[in-house]
């Protein structure tokens, strides 16, 4: 009988994984066919508005019609979700039949569609499977449409003529104005209600559709036509039909609205920023400043004419990254950008390791290394898990990389500050004093090792994952004869590295201490200082936290300075947290230190320290070395007098 119900429940296990699936992609679908219909009649509904009156009726009735289309396809969902699904959508039908103000019928669209999402633990959004083929597109088009629109998309072709309304002119800018890609994906997958457009969610694959996409999306758009590559020309395409929806929105008074399609036109532009980043990286900062000004002016109350200059300042620079973006570099350039991409990635988080590691040597608990190199492993793995995970799992939402960079840089900035002030704090002779015994009795504390290996994970990590986004794009753009080119670049770029960081650990331990801590410990709050302007930044154009402009202040990316109230606050705390460390360390501890010492006791220990015979004779025990417990304080180096505490130099220095 136990026989017989394992081979039931093996069984009824096997039906669920054949079941299972089909019927999760067909509900998947269906809530996406339902979501598409539902933001096509919002957006229609839209259209059928001047100044706040129904001046097109006909959009109103084509919306109405959009909605049908997303009841039809609620009604496959089974069970209750797809009972409440068609309640909500006639509750937006109510709203388009009495004529309710738009702002409102699109409120309760995106309310309704985050729903969906939410209670069938779906994706709605589509994207690509693969980058769109023009080739294909031009050929599907032939066979599809062009017998209504034309074979260059002007609504002349031999059906034209007997259709009532008219075939679109699809090579007209003013058609497709604020349709993205997206939008026009879902208009071919469901057609047009009231004309002759017909469905092709069934004729069609779904990767043969947004083949078609980009031929039409190309009819119209020179510029995304000059990208070079399917994925971005779309890319491209969505960011332009954002800003003319943002300016639209703008000039019919909602604010708010041209905010946030400012901000989705800057989170479009964010998939083509790896690919600019490993060809033109200059482009991608002013990008990324004339963005944030183009949504400032359009959120805020910059009149027409402010606003109109911002967005053409930003149409400048897409077009110089499109130009970039079919660039097709030789072999030497791809080589050369390898290079210097790794170079540049990678110098801050190589700096910052060498400084860790010398000041590790110099303290006498060489040992704890491998805490430093375990971190700086951990974060290369967890690199490669992070770009894979923003690469294929968080694709639809940009903003949560943006949400990602901001919080490392913060979380950085605020390590590596405390790294440096304990640099810092260590110049005063006293202190030192104390730490080498300390660290001699029992090599690093435990707290300051988790420290230096959470300052080098968080170096590398930093630049990690995006360094792979890059070089992912780069690849992308050589195509199989540049990655001969961009591999070599890659690994002659990694030895350069990896020499400066052997250079920093083994000759910056014969750096006098003094200088070497301050110049070291002020490295080190320089980054924190970059880290808390950039991670402020990257928060903000995420939306993740508002930004407040500051006319006067000009921006530096190289010192992270961005002209909004909130980074210059974070950034003014760090200063002010600087000035305190040094207080307390220079100022506040060495009097209360006096001040706690009996006099008598001070003066046997400066007389011991007078008397004490040169260190340039007397080499400190080697590291980790048991210390006599008769040891007087006094004996131990102070800063500049230490030398450096490796084995052979100490034998050397005994057998002399």
């Not at 020179?222 to 943002?246: F, H, I, K, W």
């Not at 705390?573 to 006099?599: D, H, Q, S, Y």
Request: proline share 5%; glycine share 10%.
């Amino acid at each position: 009988m136990s026989e017989i119900l394992g081979y039931l429940r093996s069984a009824a296990a096997l039906a669920a994984l054949i079941v299972l699936p089909a019927f999760a992609d067909g509900r998947e679908e269906a809530a996406r066919r339902a979501t598409a219909a539902l933001e096509l009649a919002a957006q229609e509904y839209c259209l059928a508005f001047r100044s706040g009156v129904l001046a097109a009726p006909a959009e109103a009735r084509e919306a109405a019609l959009f909605l049908v289309e997303a009841r039809r396809a609620a009604g496959a969902l089974p069970g209750a979700v797809g009972r409440e699904l068609d309640g909500r959508l006639a509750e937006v039908g109510a709203l388009i039949a009495r004529a309710a103000p738009p702002d409102t019928v699109v409120a309760r669209a995106a309310s309704l569609t985050r729903w969906m999402g939410s209670a069938l633990g779906v994706a709605l959004d589509e994207r690509p499977a693969r980058s769109p083929s023009a080739e294909a597109g031009a050929r599907l088009y032939g066979q599809q449409c062009a017998q209504c629109h034309g074979a260059r998309g002007f609504g002349d072709g031999p059906a034209a003529a007997g259709l009532t309304p008219h075939p679109a002119r699809l090579a007209d800018p003013a058609v497709l104005a604020a349709a993205t890609p997206l939008d026009v994906y879902r208009r071919i997958s469901l057609g047009v209600p009231g004309t002759a457009m017909p469905a092709f969610g069934d004729a069609l694959s779904a990767q043969q559709r947004w083949d078609l996409v980009l031929h039409v999306v190309a009819l119209a758009d020179s510029l995304a036509a000059r990208a070079g590559d399917g994925e971005r020309a779309l890319a491209l395409a969505t960011v332009r039909a954002d800003l003319r929806t943002a300016l639209a929105r703008a000039a019919g008074g909602d604010r708010a609205g041209a905010g946030a399609k400012a901000l989705d036109a800057y989170l479009a532009y964010e998939r083509l920023e790896p690919a600019l980043r490993a060809v033109r990286p200059s482009l991608v900062p002013e990008a990324e400043a004339a963005f944030a000004a183009f949504r400032l002016a359009a959120a805020g109350s910059a009149d027409s004419a402010a606003l109109g200059a911002r967005h053409a300042r930003v149409e400048v620079l897409l077009a110089r990254s499109a130009a970039a973006l079919a660039e097709h570099p030789s072999a030497s350039g791809l080589f050369a950008e390898s290079f210097i991409l790794l170079l540049r990635e990678g110098l801050e988080a190589i700096l910052i390791l060498g400084a860790i590691v010398a000041v590790v040597v110099k303290s006498g608990a060489e040992a704890r290394k491998r805490e430093v190199r375990w971190g700086a492993g951990l974060a290369v793995v967890a690199s490669l898990a992070t770009a894979a995970l923003i690469r294929w799992l968080l694709r639809i939402a940009p903003a949560q990389q943006e949400a990602l960079e901001g919080m490392v840089m913060l979380l950085a900035a605020a390590v590596l500050f405390y790294v440096s002030y304990w640099m810092v704090s260590k110049l005063d002779k006293d202190a030192w004093q104390r730490f080498v015994r300390q660290s001699i009795e029992g090599a690093l504390a435990q707290g300051g090792a988790l420290a230096l290996a959470a300052a080098a994970f968080l170096a590398v990590y930093r630049e990690g994952f995006e360094t792979v986004l890059f070089y992912q794009a780069l690849y992308g753009t050589g195509g199989a004869a540049g990655a001969a080119p961009i591999t070599a670049g890659l690994v002659l770029g990694g030895a350069a590295l990896v020499g400066l960081f052997v250079g920093i650990e083994r000759f910056g331990v014969r750096v006098p201490l003094k200088p070497f801590f301050a110049v070291t410990g002020a490295l080190l709050y320089f980054m924190a200082f970059v880290f808390a302007g950039r991670g402020v930044t990257e928060l903000q154009e995420g939306s993740w936290i508002g930004a407040t402009p500051v006319a006067g202040v000009p921006a530096n990316d190289f010192l992270g300075i961005h002209p909004t109230l909130e980074s210059l606050m974070a950034q003014g705390l760090l200063v002010a947290a600087l000035l305190a460390g040094l207080g307390w360390a220079f100022v506040v501890r060495p009097l209360r230190a006096r001040r706690a010492t009996p006099p008598q006791v001070a003066g046997r220990v400066l007389r011991r320290t007078e008397a004490r015979p040169s260190l340039n004779r007397d080499w400190p025990a080697p590291s980790g070395a048991a210390v006599p417990a008769t040891q007087p304080a006094a004996d131990v180096p102070v800063p500049g007098e230490i030398a450096a505490a490796r084995p052979h130099r100490q034998e050397r220095a005994a057998a002399d």
